[in-house]
């Protein structure tokens, strides 16, 4: 049977094809996504996972793969976890992908690129797979922002700070970069308040309609010392209006009064998890195929308002497969900020009911390295419920940087 799909494919590569039919093609090489998983995302530090450490995470959320994907977890050679604020994460991925079931014949690493990270995971293990280094691998994207952020304990080496200013302003605080896009490209605070209260709409509506509940695995955690078993996520705040949201003080008052704790995204805790592998593996194990992973590139641009990095990174990665915006459907775009949101969506002429249609980060919370993984759930979700095809994932990355991912849904 397996054969004759396989067969069936190679039959449907024909010379010629415009852009869009050669990445929707099948072919047994292509790189699949057969799971795509994530934990509720919770409140950092108040909220059900401010008691599951960065480890505790990784290991429920490879649970739940072994769990869900039902394939013999021998068969999986790598596990790429993305992470931002904790240095012991490629420690903490090894540990957990054994204690989850995984053999020690499967490696583990960690990768971090910032807001990227989960996305850049998923890209290693694509790579890896596309390479024929392995042939199966499950991509990791997981924090636990209730420990602690990201930030620098000194200043940069004097010959750095010195050198240039683009590399004096590796040093702004994010929030000084949004306030920085809010004011060079004049994104207003009611342009971003009244942003932020549609991504709360939607979100509110999204999760009242059980939207969120396929790409969900509910865990069960201790919290405060008791058995507890999350199955929402926390950050949306029901009834959230542009009139309350107008009312908050900005939260950044030293470079600007435009953003706040309402028109930013949240801190939060939670993981993603997406398991890949060629077609013919797929076919031959019997596993559902949910969406064939295209490709994703990364673009650099200067730091200080690096919120914009999606628009540098978007047009990077259509043009490399001759795309357009009208070749895509669902956009989940990382909402850092209302101001770098609001910027890109114009930018590049995003219809917004393509655009997180579901909300964003700002009402369902910015988990740093999980992001990138939970984007490609959520969106692959929304493309099986609206049965579209094309699925296009960015965000902007600290520093001054951009990262952009293409799927297409093969739920139809």
Known sequence: MAAQRLSSIVSQLTPGQTPLAKITSQNPDDVVITLAIRTPLAKGGKGGLKDTPLDGLVFKILEQVVRKSRIDPQMVEDICLGNVSDAKAAYYVRAACLAAGFPSTT???????????????????????????????????????????????????????????????????????????????????????????????????????????????????????????????????????????????????????????????????????????????????????????????????????????????????????????????????????????VYCKDALKIPYEKMNPRGGAIALGHPLGCTGARQICTGLSECRRRKAKILLTTMCIGTGMGMAGLFVNEQL
């Not at 009208?326 to 989940?332: K, T």
């Open 107 to 341: 490696a583990a690493s960690s990768v971090n690129r910032f807001c990227s990270s989960g996305l850049k995971a998923v890209q290693d293990i694509a790579n890896q797979i596309m390479t024929g280094s392995i042939e199966i691998g499950v991509a990791v994207g997981a924090e636990h922002m209730t420990t602690g952020g990201d930030r620098l304990t000194r200043p940069f080496v004097d010959e750095i700070v010195n050198s240039n200013q683009d590399a004096k302003d590796c040093l702004m605080p994010m929030g000084q970069t949004s306030e920085n896009v809010g004011k060079d490209f004049n994104i207003s605070r009611e342009q971003q308040d009244r942003y932020a209260a549609e991504s709360y709409r939607r979100a509110e509506a999204a999760q009242k309609a059980g939207w969120f509940d396929d790409e969900i695995t509910p865990i069960t955690v201790k919290l405060d010392g008791k058995d507890v078993t999350l199955t929402r996520d926390e950050g949306i705040r029901p009834g959230t209006t542009y009139e309350g949201l107008a009312k908050i003080r900005p939260a950044f008052p030293d470079f600007g009064d435009r953003s706040t704790g309402g028109n930013s995204s949240q801190v939060t805790d939670g993981a993603a998890a997406v398991l890949l592998m060629k077609r013919s593996k797929a076919l031959e194990m019997n596993q559902p195929i949910l969406a064939k992973f295209v490709g994703a590139t990364v673009a650099g641009l200067a730091p200080r308002i690096m919120g914009i990095g999606p628009s540098i990174a978007v047009p990077k990665l259509l043009t490399k497969y001759g795309l357009t915006m009208d070749d895509i459907d669902v956009v989940e775009l990382n909402e850092a900020f209302a101001s770098m949101a």
